[in-house]
């Protein structure tokens, strides 16, 4: 990768700045569409904006030179990316992710805007952790650094369980509730090994670290013929609801909602999907604290089954 550095912009880098603004702006095909008066009062417009914010924008040096820019503005509860642009000769070397990663480490909650036909774009941003949290002309996409970081601590983790003489089970066998050892997040991470319960806990000490509005949650189907459960958890930020999840392969990944009741129905509703004939009416919801590590399943339940019932339609 080449080197470089980053310089605040200054008020004399407003014309480059401004045509900078109108290369992402004006496509080729909206270049030939646009009449010339229509372009110069595009450029007016830009040049207008750019001296209101080019404090806002940092220019990319290499070489000495002038290599491109990157604009930070404020969105909702965090930073947006407004602009990240390089000229031709310096795409494809690696500067551009280097960038995002080192926005990623410095900003808690970092925003970007991509027009939505730019696939390549929106692979890229995907690729490095972010997640569409609003769609239209441009879609918003967000970087969560709590599901990354959940997601680099779990990646090499089974779905089964171990037991108290740390012999492991892939999957879940006759004897999981009779054996079962509820590990802590330490021992889940050295024995790769876990249940949704265990990878639960694990979220909720990376959440706890981050000061994170989190909650964890048990749903159960209690039947004699489908005694299944799951837990999982949530969180809230300024204005979105956040189900994280890694257990369940299905739905692995990050899911957003602009409501608590709208993500507790759509996660209920697809575990009853998974039980033949199940019946929504069924099961029973629990939002539940940290439980103690080294117990039975019996004492694990114990914990769920005691914490607070939640409604859901």
């Excluded at 491109?68 to 404020?74: F, I, K, M, R, V």
């Excluded at 739905?251 to 602009?258: I, K, W």
């Excluded at 940290?290 to 859901?312: D, H, N, Q, W």
Aim: charged residues 30%; glycine residues 4%.
């Amino acid at each position: 990768m080449l080197e470089y550095k980053i310089i605040e912009a200054k008020e004399k880098d407003i014309e480059i700045l401004s045509s900078i603004k109108l290369v992402t702006m004006i496509d080729d095909d909206m270049d030939k569409a646009l009449s010339f008066e229509e372009k110069n009062k595009v450029r007016k417009s830009v040049l207008k904006d750019i001296k209101k914010t080019f404090t806002n924008y940092k220019l990319i040096y290499i070489d000495k030179k002038i290599g491109g820019a990157y604009c930070l503005t404020p969105y909702e509860n965090g930073l947006m990316i407004d602009e990240l642009y390089l000229f031709k000769e310096y795409r494809n070397q690696g500067i551009g992710t280097n960038i995002i990663e080192k926005l990623k480490k410095d900003i808690p909650i970092l925003y970007v805007w991509v027009y939505k036909e730019n696939k390549n774009a929106l692979n890229f941003f995907t690729n490095k952790g972010f997640i569409t949290i609003k769609n239209g002309r441009t879609t918003i996409m967000k970087y969560d650094n709590l599901y990354d970081t959940i997601k680099e601590k779990l990646k090499d983790v089974k779905i089964g369980y171990r037991d108290k003489e740390g012999n492991k089970y892939l999957g879940y066998k006759k004897n999981f509730k009779d054996v079962f050892y509820f590990q802590s997040p330490k021992q889940v991470l050295e024995s790769k090994i876990a249940t949704c319960f265990e990878q639960v806990e694990v979220e909720r000490e990376i959440a706890s670290k981050l000061d994170i509005d989190y909650r964890t949650y048990y749903m159960t189907y209690p039947d004699d013929e489908y005694d299944m459960s799951h837990t999982f958890l949530i969180y809230k930020d300024h204005k979105k609801y956040y189900w994280v999840e890694n257990a369940w392969l299905a739905y692995q990944g990050l899911h957003s909602y602009n409501s608590k009741e709208t993500l507790l129905n759509d996660v209920v509703s697809k575990f009853v999907a998974t039980i033949p004939h199940g019946e929504l009416k069924k099961v029973k919801l629990y939002v539940y604290d940290k439980p103690r590590y080294g117990t039975s399943y019996a004492k694990f339940l114990s914990t769920c089954i005691t914490g607070k019932s939640v409604k859901y339609k």
